[in-house]
């Protein structure tokens, strides 16, 4: 059933693009489960307001019952679809007759069915000159207007402190088929906090302090014992599992980077993200990719690579039992770094001059957590080109500080991979012969693969994101190296993960030493 909920939900959102491009502003009210909207966008509509006014509605998804999905999709005018489809739709979509939330196809139809509450609540909010939004079950109400609109809310009787809806709000609700959570209608004024849909918005869009506080306080615990306390977890459990703080930590990252917007309008609202955040982020990514990282790391100078890597291993994992498992479980035995803006900014840098930094600073930042001794390697692939000549230096610079010498590391050098410090090692793509040693990893694709076209058009490797003319490198990897693999021979890869394995082999070889001294010193 989850498969063919995914296809449903897949073929409805393409529907409402359809429908939105005809009717632009359907959704500019509607921030959940929405390309591009998130609680940012939504409490973006609601900073530096005088009044912030707030309600949910009442058990949201289980509401839009089996008899009105089907109904909407009946009677909605841009669907209008036949009594039998609209069955089966509303078959698929619900369960106990509600739809399920966790469902793939419950926020696109929840967002449809809910459209009708959004008109009614725009026209009220238009009326009484407020902003409106929704997020899901999540409803506010904003102004600036010296007297919040009774046509709203209201101060209950003999209560001042108490404000509750209106019957034109809750009427408007009630004739949309839901009802208003009384236990969750609050209104704040400026001076006290305001919130929307989570954030604080009093002045601009930010975290809770208590929040980020406690998220700080967490990765401390990690840093210096390896485990940490989740919040209002039963009986304040520990764990070593960084999923639920990795959450938190791109949560505010997001907020306080503003990710919802244009790099554009980020410049224009002179968003800049505290240093503290920063470093906080980048103390965790390191911790943990690199510092109790179960598997070795691979970390390349892009995205593109990895999708690269992934095929070629897929291909010629069977001659590598260190980096591929070829057996039935068919699993990669290396992890690639993920380069998503997370990464990016707090962590890796942009491309290979961000490589370089974070070579310089490896060891020094190693220093500053309390585990002893690195579970698995940590390898930094790059081209063999100038544009690595940075991470190049830095490597000199690091096996130099680290004692083993002077080592030659350029275009020219055809050593096959460079221990650095620590458990950081440096791989670059092998030469091609004596003629081709300047090489990118693009040219162990076959020729003919590099001139395939998509659409009349050839890739173009100086090109990140590609143009009307020709293919840019993220493209060409997903259209054309991924969707073609079993097409490709990456046969020239082996040379390539014949370093990385020899690299890793090297790694186990000086654990193995490095125990071996702790026997001997203990007896």
Known sequence: MGLVQRRLATRLYECVLEIEEKQPNRRRVTHGFQKGRSIITNADRHHSRRYVFNIDIQDFFQSINFGRVRGFFQKDSTFALNDEVATTIAQIAC??????????????????????????????????????????????FSTSERNFPSLIAARADGKPAVWEP???????IRQAGFAINPAKTRMQIRGSRQMATGLMVNEKVNIRPEYYNETRAMCHRLFTTGRYEIPRWPDRQETDQLGALEGRLSHIFAVKARLDLSSKRRKERHVKVP???????????????????????IITEGPSDVIYLRAALRARGKEFPKLYDARQEQKFLVRFVNHSHFMRENLLGHGVGGLGTLISRYHATLQEYAQEGQTAPVVLLVDNDEESDKAFKAAKKAIKEDGNGAASIS?????????????????KIPHGGAEQKKRVIEQLLPEEWLKHEVDGKRFDPSKKHGDHSSLGKVFFAKKVVEANADKINFGAFDALFSLLDGALRDFEDKRKQEAGGKVMAAS
């Open 411 to 427: 275009v020219e050098s055809n050593d096959a991979w460079h221990h650095l410090i620590d458990n950081l090692y440096l791989v």
């Open 275 to 297: 240093s503290g955040t920063i470093e906080l982020c980048r103390r965790f990514l390191f911790y943990k990719n690199f510092v109790v990282n179960p598997l070795p790391v």
């Open 95 to 140: 369960w106990q007759n509600g739809l399920p939330q966790g469902s793939p196809c419950s926020p696109v139809i929840a967002n449809l069915v809910g459209h009708i509450l959004d008109v009614k609540l725009l026209k009220l909010a238009k009326q009484a000159r407020c902003r409106y939004t929704r997020y899901a079950d999540d409803i506010s």
């Open 166 to 172: 209106s019957e034109n709000l809750a009427s408007a």
